[in-house]
């Protein structure tokens, strides 16, 4: 006995219904193969042939389809909420809701572009720059004397090399580089007190250098006054000044420019003692 069925839908007709939402899911008249992502499908020219077996390709297409419509569906919602809600921003106070669409839409679209303008000239702000080597292309000599310190710059295109020294006051520092990969920096003199040091913290850029002399001076002093009627008083008092000097050279160029700054610090304390007792004793 041959069973009759009613005829199956073509796989169009399967997207369309998936698309409109009507069924939920595949028709029940549709049998998918679950084993095979090859599966073929066999239809026929009037949708009345044997039963159609769709793909999982076909099934993915129409999941697709069906999921870009419900996007667009919530866009068109939030677009709504947000023409519903607009606040009140043309020229005259004429409400945004009122211009063209292409208009509000133009208008939108530039305060996006701004925003976004934004956020990425911030970000690029926050960007370290790329570190920048230096090779001498031309042969420079110059020295700059202050405050009784000489600091000396060379540079050789021949042989690649560029540099400083210091001298004065009894120090005697340097700053040396050969080629773009290759240096030295050290102190070989330096009288107590003074601390030397090269190179700029946070520069990434090799054809800037410096060499900053650092003095700390610190004083401390004393002072007491004693009565056996009022008692003793004492003071103490500590000063502590530090000073530096930085020459910094741009070896590109052969520029030398002098920066300085100092701070001061000072301390007080007063102790005062209440006379002695004075015990008598009667006969």
């Given at each position: 006995?041959?069973?009759?069925?009613?005829?199956?839908?073509?796989?169009?007709?399967?997207?369309?219904?998936?698309?409109?939402?009507?069924?939920?899911?595949?028709?029940?008249?549709?049998?998918?193969?679950?084993?095979?992502?090859?599966?073929?499908?066999?239809?026929?020219?009037?949708?009345?042939?044997?039963?159609?077996?769709?793909?999982?390709?076909?099934?993915?297409?129409?999941?697709?389809?069906?999921?870009?419509?419900?996007?667009?569906?919530?866009?068109?919602?939030?677009?709504?909420?947000?023409?519903?809600?607009?606040?009140?921003?043309?020229?005259?106070?004429?409400?945004?809701?009122?211009?063209?669409?292409?208009?509000?839409?133009?208008?939108?679209?530039?305060?996006?572009?701004?925003?976004?303008?934004?956020?990425?000239?911030?970000?690029?702000?926050?960007?370290?720059?790329?570190?920048?080597?230096?090779?001498?292309?031309?042969?420079l000599s110059n020295s700059v004397t202050y405050d009784g310190y000489t600091l000396?710059?060379?540079?050789?295109?021949?042989?690649?090399?560029?540099?400083?020294?210091?001298?004065?006051?009894?120090?005697?520092?340097?700053?040396?580089?050969?080629?773009?990969?290759?240096?030295?920096?050290?102190?070989?003199?330096?009288?107590?007190?003074?601390?030397?040091?090269?190179?700029?913290?946070?520069?990434?850029?090799?054809?800037?250098?410096?060499?900053?002399?650092?003095?700390?001076?610190?004083?401390?002093?004393?002072?007491?006054?004693?009565?056996?009627?009022?008692?003793?008083?004492?003071?103490?008092?500590?000063?502590?000044?530090?000073?530096?000097?930085?020459?910094?050279?741009?070896?590109?160029?052969?520029?030398?420019?002098?920066?300085?700054?100092?701070?001061?610090?000072?301390?007080?304390?007063?102790?005062?003692?209440?006379?002695?007792?004075?015990?008598?004793?009667?006969?």
């Open positions: 006995m041959t069973a009759i069925s009613a005829p199956a839908p073509s796989i169009g007709e399967t997207i369309a219904q998936l698309i409109a939402g009507a069924s939920g899911g595949l028709p029940t008249s549709v049998a998918t193969n679950t084993n095979s992502a090859s599966s073929s499908a066999t239809t026929s020219s009037d949708g009345a042939g044997p039963a159609t077996f769709v793909t999982l390709s076909d099934q993915a297409k129409a999941a697709t389809a069906a999921k870009a419509q419900s996007d667009q569906a919530a866009a068109d919602r939030l677009q709504a909420y947000v023409e519903a809600h607009r606040v009140s921003g043309t020229p005259g106070g004429a409400d945004a809701s009122t211009q063209p669409a292409d208009a509000q839409a133009t208008t939108s679209g530039a305060k996006v572009e701004a925003i976004v303008a934004q956020i990425k000239t911030l970000a690029n702000a926050n960007d370290p720059q790329p570190f920048q080597t230096f090779t001498p292309t031309k042969s000396t710059l060379d540079t050789n295109a021949g042989t690649q090399y560029y540099g400083i020294e210091l001298s004065g006051n009894g120090v005697q520092a340097y700053s040396k580089h050969f080629g773009p990969s290759d240096g030295a920096g050290g102190v070989n003199a330096s009288p107590p007190g003074v601390a030397i040091s090269s190179g700029i913290p946070g520069s990434n850029n090799e054809a800037e250098d410096a060499i900053t002399i650092t003095r700390n001076v610190a004083t401390a002093s004393s002072a007491s006054v004693s009565s056996s009627s009022a008692g003793s008083a004492s003071t103490s008092s500590v000063n502590a000044q530090s000073s530096s000097l930085s020459f910094l050279v741009n070896y590109a160029t052969g520029q030398i420019s002098v920066e300085q700054s100092a701070a001061a610090v000072s301390a007080q304390a007063t102790q005062i003692s209440p006379p002695g007792s004075t015990l008598s004793t009667l006969a």
